[in-house]
């Protein structure tokens, strides 16, 4: 008996070596892969800033009900977008994990959208925000940071501000 337990925990402590490394290498791979089309932005430009949320978060499960899917909601703007010299910069989570409520196809999705451009994350989000013509939320304070600076607020979540003015 003592033997096959020895046997499942080593088991076991090779599975959990074995995720860790794998997921290890696809942070690096996603990070690489970002790196690769993140952008510094034009602030001249007529944009709409989306701020990522943080994911898996209850403001975007349940608040973002069918948004929870963040593509869904850059999507659906960009597709309104594409006969204009209007462009989306989105600006991920800094605390996201590419690995963690996102994947690479999350990524590769978006990167294939003509309008839309991942910004560094190094830069300012409140400089991004004061700039831009727009701002595509789901829920979150930085929609009610553009509502205070009267900025168009595009929010496709249930929170308490999305029947203010500007909303």
């Known amino acids: ?9 080593k088991n076991v402590f090779f599975k959990y070596i074995l995720y860790r490394t794998n997921k290890v290498i696809l942070d ?3 990070k690489s892969f970002l790196k690769k089309f993140e952008i510094s932005p034009d602030l001249n430009k007529k944009y709409i800033l989306i ?3 943080y994911q898996p978060e209850a ?9 929870v899917y963040q ?10 977008l594409i006969d204009s010299d209007w462009i989306i910069y989105i600006k991920e989570h800094p605390l996201q994990s590419p690995t963690f409520g996102r994947n690479l ?8 959208l003509k309008n839309v451009f991942f910004i560094k994350k190094n830069l300012s989000g409140r400089k991004l925000l004061l700039s831009s ?12 940071e553009a ?21």
């Open 71 to 80: 593509s869904l909601m850059i999507k659906m703007i960009s597709h309104s």
């Open 28 to 30: 690096k791979r996603i």
């Open 133 to 144: 013509k727009a701002l595509g939320i789901v829920s979150g304070t930085m929609g009610l």
């Open 147 to 167: 509502i205070v600076n009267e900025i168009p607020v595009l929010c496709f979540g249930e929170i308490y501000y999305k029947f203010f003015h500007g909303v």
């Open 1 to 9: 008996k003592s033997i096959i337990n020895e046997i499942i925990s």
């Open 105 to 112: 196809k999350f990524y590769m999705d978006l990167v294939s």
């Open 51 to 53: 701020p990522l949320n």
């Open 59 to 67: 403001t975007t499960s349940p608040k973002g009900d069918i948004f």
